[in-house]
């Protein structure tokens, strides 16, 4: 018969992988309780909750919200970042707080849209560019042959003015 407080600890974690975008396990071995709080808060600055979890009762809340796969990147002390929004933003901060810090923490792997992602694949997606910068870059591309194609439109009535403005004159004169 599991605890009360397992039992609550069940349904804290299933409610979060159910809302989740990205759940991103990490090992946080050696990290010391000042860093891990520093961490916390620029998650939290982020939307993103970081629970330290039991694995089976992870394991658990995996198979109940429809999210298996969670079983291959939980192994050891293990901790989980669960990110609400774009799922590149937990992958970016946690990245970039492993970088600044040289922080022992390491990213074992995560679940996005049902599949399960390497500690790998994880940091590939917080080096992407975020979504906005994308979509600058495409509307940059698509703006020089758009602005050629209207000067390739206007062209035509552009001389048609021209001829009328000279005939103007020519009739004026």
């Known amino acids: 018969m599991p605890s009360e407080k397992n039992v609550k600890l069940l ?12 759940a991103i396990a990490t090992n946080y071995t050696g990290l010391p309780v000042p860093a891990m709080n520093d961490l916390r808060r620029r998650l939290r600055g982020q939307g993103i909750e970081y629970k330290v979890v039991k694995n089976t009762i992870t394991v658990l809340a995996g198979r109940e919200t429809g999210k298996p796969g969670i079983e291959e990147i939980i192994e050891g002390p293990t901790a989980i970042a669960f990110g ?49 910068e994308l979509v600058a870059r495409l509307i940059g591309q698509l703006k020089g042959p758009l602005a050629g194609l209207v000067r390739v439109l206007q062209a035509p009535t552009r001389g048609l003015v021209t001829v009328l403005e000279r005939r103007l004159e020519q009739a004026r004169s």
């Open 11 to 22: 349904e804290e974690v299933k409610a979060s992988l159910a809302r989740c975008t990205i």
């Open 84 to 132: 609400y929004g774009d799922p590149a933003v937990a992958a970016k901060v946690l990245d970039e707080y492993v970088r600044a810090t040289r922080s022992s923490l390491t990213i074992k792997g995560a679940i996005l849209e049902g599949q399960v992602l390497k500690g790998d694949d994880v940091l590939r997606l917080a080096r992407l560019p975020s979504r906005e």
